[in-house]
């Protein structure tokens, strides 16, 4: 969590003031529809992933001209919609390893300064086991429990946009978000857990009582025709 936000600190203050409060607001407001309304678009999520992770592959292993590009991202995005069950479980595992991986890493004190590549060469196994854990259980969930798969995604999604727009709002306003979340990287690393777990449980609510809905309707227009009878 906390070398999210050095991270973000980082490439937000190379931004000019108006792109960092524009981008805060945008990816502010993206954050809280994914965490509270965004499984209701599932699809549209996988499609737009899908998209950017094409683009991103694009951009590491090609000469990402503009042709390239608009392929690679209209194939994947093509592909995510297709597959749109296996994608959404793919990051769902990538997000509960990503976790792992920082909780690991807080707890043992240990940060990113030497690179992303060099920490990971250095891994004991059993590290390897604590951050592959949680992601094969997010696959093995994804063909057993998918109704909870999906808000839970979207739900992590969500919380991990409203933190890097606040984080963006923060370094416009002049703050150093990353001291402030050092100080207190406990507290923050439950508050993102929480609103994961309250984002997934609302959409999983609101999700269950719409479907509830519908099978009501045939019984309310009976009685009213025998009452009319």
Known sequence: MLEIAKILQTYAQNLSPEAQIAAG????ILGLFLWLGGIGYTRILSI???????????????????????????VAGVIAMLLEKAFITLITAALAAAFAFLILFQMQKVNLDSGLRTTLSQLAVQHWIIIAGPAVLAIIAGFYIWPLVRPMCSAALGTIFIFAGMILLLVFKGSAPAKIISEKSYFYSLVFVVMIAFGAFLQLILTTGLRKKPASQPKEEGQKNEKSD
């Open 48 to 74: 737009t992933l899908g998209a950017l992770f094409g683009l991103a592959c694009c951009y590491l292993f090609t000469e990402h001209t503009p042709l390239e590009m608009l392929v690679s991202a209209a």
């Open 25 to 28: 607001i945008i990816i502010l």
